[in-house]
């Protein structure tokens, strides 16, 4: 049997003042090829936000660049995946995944692997960003803020070496934001392409105002946003 995901409706989008974006799409101001990196959220940022550039009208295309595994919910029109089956149950996409750029308005790429941890640093072969991508998305899980290295993150002795730090160590917001800033961290890769950081899983007044700590740590030039999804638990 595949095992298929189910992405849960968006509860608040958070500018790092902590007022509300209007919607996901306009606060992200998403470019024509996006790709998604990071850990801690990616699929759900992947899908909320094709689903609602096609709610207000546009043409979005969906895939991947690494695997991902199908989703339960329905696609509205307007938003359409495109994948193969690979091992395990998941879906791989094609070769050239920018040659999709020309059947739609938005083409949404999903770029990294995180193994369902919040937190990760990319190995030598990550994040697999298209060659014509136009605005890189890097997804950070505040739930991974406070705990153990070793525990949280994805790729742990990359995030070791990068924080000088060992695994038993806590992850600060300051650890945080080293890694979305640093070339060998969520910016590996990115270039001079448009960079926007989405700290997701601000479920709870404290991940909000770690969220808010690690945004105003940023360089000025990097649009972040705070977002939370509804909780079937």
């Known amino acids: 049997m595949i095992e298929k995901q189910l992405i849960r409706p968006l509860r608040y989008v958070l500018l790092p003042d902590g007022s509300r974006a209007d919607s996901f799409a306009s606060a992200v101001e998403p470019g024509r090829i996006v790709s998604v990196i990071g850990a801690g959220g990616k699929t759900s940022t992947l899908f909320t936000l094709g689903w609602q550039l096609a709610a207000a009208g546009k043409t979005v295309m969906l895939t991947t660049s ?3 595994r199908p989703f339960e919910n329905p696609f509205p029109a307007g938003l359409q995946l495109t994948a193969f089956p690979a091992e395990k149950g998941k879906l791989q996409g094609p070769e050239e995944p920018d040659l999709l750029a ?12 995180s193994k369902g941890l919040p937190v990760k640093a ?3 072969h990550e994040p697999a960003i298209s060659k014509q991508t136009d605005h890189v998305i890097a997804v950070l899980g505040l739930s ?5 290295i070793a525990q949280v993150c994805h790729r742990p002795e990359r995030v070791c070496a990068l924080l000088h730090k060992n695994g038993e160590e806590l992850l600060t917001a300051g650890d945080a934001a080293l890694l979305i800033e640093s070339d060998e961290g969520l910016r590996k890769d ?3 392409r448009r960079f926007t950081v989405i700290l997701n899983q601000a479920d709870t007044e404290r991940e909000v105002a770690l969220g808010r700590t690690i945004a105003a740590m940023l360089s000025s030039d990097i649009r972040c946003l705070l977002t939370a999804y509804e909780n079937f638990d």
């Open 66 to 68: 690494t695997r991902i």
């Open 102 to 113: 020309e059947n739609a308005d938005h083409l949404l790429i999903e770029a990294d692997g």
């Open 122 to 124: 990319p190995a030598d």
């Open 144 to 148: 991974g803020i406070g705990k153990p």
């Open 190 to 192: 990115v270039g001079s």
